[in-house]
């Protein structure tokens, strides 16, 4: 069983910058791959980004279009946390920002295990 908290969401304003959070607790095999996800109001979940890694050595990672060169998912394998950068924030960027642990995240867009979520807001 894996267990996933994020933070660091909040408000900001538009081409602003905020750094998320998902610390883990738990170690599986599978939480060698984790990614992130939003839901805004009225719309579907969305994969937003994922890494696959083993130690330092990355393998893979994954973003959706509409978030390359403007976001940046990493982790910090000692602390067990991983994190999602995202910079010139635009207001469509607005969701619950959900991270998840699972065999190949990247690959599937798809987690076994989920946080909570923590709310992105951009405003103009």
């Known amino acids: 069983q894996v267990q996933l908290v994020e933070s660091g969401g909040g408000l900001v304003q538009a081409g602003g910058s905020l750094r998320l959070s998902c610390a883990a607790s738990?170690?599986?095999?599978?939480?060698?791959?984790m990614g992130w996800f939003r839901q805004a109001p009225g719309k579907e979940r969305e994969f937003v980004a994922g890494?696959?890694?083993?130690?330092?050595?990355?393998?893979?990672?994954r973003y959706v279009d509409s978030v390359k060169g403007r976001f940046t998912i990493s982790r910090d394998n000692a602390k067990n946390t991983g994190y999602l950068q995202m910079n010139s924030l635009k207001p469509e960027d607005t969701a619950v920002y959900s991270c998840?642990?699972?065999?190949?995240?990247?690959?599937?867009?798809?987690?076994?295990?989920w946080g909570q979520g923590t709310q992105v807001t951009v405003s103009s």
């Open positions: 890494i696959k890694w083993n130690g330092a050595f990355i393998y893979s990672t």
């Open positions: 738990g170690r599986t095999f599978s939480s060698y791959s």
């Open positions: 998840a642990v699972g065999p190949d995240v990247p690959t599937t867009q798809k987690g076994s295990y």
